[in-house]
């Protein structure tokens, strides 16, 4: 994970303002609980914690590769 702020200094350093790019996130107001009330800080940093220590956007970015390289090459796997 990583704060708003590097998110846009990387951007920013790779693109321009005007070039298009696949991108997603996901914010803890995305993530109510049973009772829709907001996530809290607690839950929030326990879920970004097993995130990334379970590696799980590696294998989120590896299937999002496989679609895009299948649709701009028709290769690949997918």
Known sequence: ???VSEAIEALRQSYNPD???CISWWGRE???DADDNPCTDEKWQR???NFDTDEAYQT???RV???LNYAVN???DF
């Open 47 to 49: 879920a970004v914690k």
């Open 1 to 3: 994970m990583m704060k």
């Open 65 to 67: 590769w496989d679609y």
């Open 60 to 62: 989120i970015n590896a």
């Open 19 to 21: 070039d298009e790019i």
């Open 74 to 76: 028709e290769a690949g």
């Open 30 to 32: 995305l993530f109510p």
